[in-house]
């Protein structure tokens, strides 16, 4: 059965397990349909999107078509100044062919746009104004950076009602923050449960983030009615962790460490051409997937551009939220595939 819970202060009842939309843009309008049509049937009532998802927000808004009451709809965007942030609701709005949207969050937030956004001609104003009209219900800000999640959590409690942050067994940096979020009413939604895909235990991985006690709801990605399926049933057995499922936790930890892909895809676009995530992933996929090497090599050769051909520029790095040393895992790369 699943289990709802408030998202803070904000009265929205949710489901724990729900919907991130990264990978509907991906897909196509039929698809979306049938992802819709299974959250609907296991109760999975959160859907999180974003206007830099590409079609995901038009997709949705026709799979919502008949049944918008029925979900909590959040999106998301990156415009940090008054006027661009006044048009991208509206383009949202539209979009998901909706007169009003549960959540709208500030994306990406990082500690130099603070005062922009927060200024008098910055995006959070926006937001307001369409709260007040009722356009929106409540007001969020995502992050990657523990330093700028401390400070909103700290100093702007009082404009933010939900944080949005990645959090799972290999990532647990902002443990300490989220506790003092939801000490003082602010709905945590947690992203990347699944470490970027890093992680192949889907329930062992829910299971965690949801006995750690810090996020209110969980958004793993989902492409396909499968992988709906897939997390429903995951959602079931939510509870303690057993010391067995303790000790394999760590064992995960010690495997992936720190440096690794999480797929969010802003060090986009490469110099050359290179599909950064995606040459992780097969390299992922061929060091540690029995009987997958080969459709690794397959999929990493036909990539147009490959590690091999990075030029060292770091334009990347300046872009990865996670600080990654991306030149040094391309190189990796290429020993890998030999190319």
Same mark, same amino acid.
């Given at each position: 059965m699943m289990k709802y819970v408030e998202l803070g202060k904000t009265g929205l009842k949710c489901a724990v397990v729900s919907f991130g939309g990264i990978p509907i843009q991906r897909s196509d309008a039929a698809n979306t349909m049938a992802v819709v049509d299974a959250l609907e049937k296991h109760g999975m009532n959160y859907i999180d999107t974003a206007r830099g998802y590409t079609v995901s927000e038009e997709y949705l808004g026709?799979?919502?078509?008949?049944?918008?009451?029925?979900?909590?709809?959040?999106?998301?965007?990156?415009?940090?100044?008054?006027?661009?942030?006044?048009?991208?609701?509206?383009?949202?709005?539209?979009?998901?062919?909706?007169?009003?949207i549960?959540?709208?969050?500030?994306h990406n937030l990082p500690l130099a746009d603070f005062d922009k956004v927060f200024g008098p001609d910055g995006a959070y104003r926006a937001l307001e104004e369409a709260k007040a009209t009722g356009k929106i219900g409540h007001i969020?800000?995502?992050?990657?950076?523990?330093?700028?999640?401390?400070?909103?959590? *700290?100093?702007?409690?009082?404009?933010?009602?939900?944080?949005m942050f990645p959090y799972n067994i290999v990532e647990n940096q902002g443990e300490e923050v989220l506790r003092l979020a939801r *000490?003082?009413?602010?709905?945590?939604?947690?992203?990347?449960?699944?470490?970027?895909?890093?992680?192949?235990?889907?329930?062992?991985?829910?299971?965690?983030?949801?006995?750690? #006690?810090?996020?209110?709801?969980?958004?793993?990605?989902?492409?396909?009615?499968?992988?709906?399926?897939r997390n429903a049933a995951a959602a079931e057995v939510l509870g303690p962790l057993t010391a067995e499922e303790e000790?394999?936790? *760590?064992?995960?930890?010690?495997?992936?460490?720190?440096?690794?892909?999480?797929?969010?895809?802003?060090?986009?676009?490469?110099?050359? #051409?290179?599909?950064?995530?995606?040459?992780?992933?097969?390299?992922?996929?061929k060091l540690h997937y029995e009987g997958l090497g080969e459709w690794a090599e397959q999929r990493y050769a036909a990539m147009g551009h490959t590690a091999s051909e990075c030029i060292e520029c770091g334009a990347c790095?300046?872009?990865?939220?996670?600080?990654?040393?991306?030149?040094?895992?391309?190189?990796?790369?290429?020993?890998?595939?030999?190319?």
């Open positions: 026709a799979a919502l078509k008949g049944r918008r009451d029925k979900f909590i709809l959040a999106t998301k965007s990156m415009v940090r100044d008054y006027e661009g942030m006044k048009k991208e609701v509206e383009i949202s709005l539209s979009k998901l062919d909706t007169d009003h549960e959540v709208y969050q500030i969020g800000a995502t992050f990657h950076n523990i330093d700028a999640l401390r400070k909103a959590v *700290e100093e702007y409690s009082d404009k933010i009602e939900t944080v *000490e003082k009413g602010i709905g945590t939604i947690c992203m990347k449960p699944m470490a970027g895909g890093n992680l192949t235990d889907w329930t062992l991985a829910l299971k965690y983030i949801d006995a750690k #006690g810090v996020m209110d709801i969980m958004i793993p990605g989902m492409g396909d009615a499968t992988e709906v399926e000790e394999r936790c *760590e064992a995960i930890r010690r495997e992936l460490g720190t440096t690794f892909c999480r797929r969010c895809g802003y060090c986009a676009p490469c110099t050359v #051409g290179i599909n950064i995530p995606s040459a992780f992933l097969f390299q992922n996929y790095e300046t872009r990865c939220p996670y600080e990654l040393p991306i030149r040094e895992m391309l190189k990796s790369v290429t020993e890998t595939f030999g190319r």
